[in-house]
């Protein structure tokens, strides 16, 4: 079960990274994937790795040319074991862990909002509610890029004729991945992300996902849990707890 949800994020992420024209490389059978100029952890990341088999030195020396070579500090997503252990003696440091979750393709629950949600090509709204949502405005055509991209479905919440919030979902192997969710501030707490998390999984049941996956930060005291609290009232349960090791500076 981990390696298919690992896996259907890290072909997410290979694919919009591609879809913006930035660089991404495959090393050991994980993805690895850069954003030069945004320090973001998400958009600097190594995914999968791992799954296949566990890397030796040398790929592991590869993977950290890889990103010197972009500028970027990056993460490694990793589930605890022998790997994992290997790369803290390597300097790496425990960052912010995420919890992912998994859910089966019964249909979604019914959502109560006044916000409206549709699939959408317009790339320009989509990616600029997202990068206003997350705060990252050099991120505009990123995400919008991701719009007409084979595997994925863009969706868009709107209160009348204004853009209130964005999602997406990528589909592989029959496992749906949401993520790229996020409401302008002026429209939180409208229920966006309830109606868009509805609004994917069943466009994924409708493409024939028998599975969907996605994640967030874990739950901790200082830090807020909305996103938690809407994955879970989506139907979706904790299937593991995976560290985030921030590469040495």
């Excluded at 019914?110 to 206003?132: I, K, M, N, R």
């Excluded at 029959?174 to 996020?182: A, P």
């Excluded at 874990?218 to 996103?227: A, C, F, K, W």
């Amino acid at each position: 079960m981990i390696a298919e949800l690992e896996r259907a994020e890290a072909e997410a992420f290979a694919s919009s990274m591609s879809a913006a024209g930035l660089p991404v490389t495959r090393i050991a059978g994980a993805v690895c994937w850069a954003a030069p100029g945004i320090p973001d952890i998400q958009l600097n990341r190594v995914g999968g790795l791992g799954l296949e088999r566990d890397a030796n030195d040398d790929e592991l020396d590869d993977i950290e040319a890889f990103f010197r070579g972009h500028g970027n500090r990056f993460a490694v997503s990793l589930t605890p074991g022998p790997l994992h252990d290997r790369l803290l003696e390597r300097g790496y440091t425990a960052g912010y862990s995420w919890m992912k979750f998994r859910r089966d393709a019964s249909p979604a629950p019914a959502v109560t909002t006044e916000l409206t949600v549709e699939e959408t090509h317009d790339a320009d709204a989509f990616g600029s509610v997202v990068a206003e949502a997350f705060g990252i405005p050099a991120a505009t055509d990123f995400f919008g890029g991701l719009v007409g991209r084979p595997g994925w479905s863009i969706f868009l919440a709107r209160s009348g004729d204004d853009v209130a919030g964005g999602a997406a979902l990528f589909l592989e192997d029959g496992i749906g991945w949401l993520g790229i969710g996020g409401t302008r501030p002026a429209f939180r707490g409208k229920g966006a992300q309830n109606a868009l998390i509805a609004a994917r999984i069943e466009r994924g049941r409708a493409l024939g996902a028998h599975a969907f996956t996605t994640e967030t930060g874990e739950r901790v005291e200082d830090r807020p849990g909305g996103s938690y609290r809407n994955i879970l009232r989506g139907g979706f349960e904790e299937a593991y707890l995976r560290p985030n090791l921030l590469s040495p500076e």
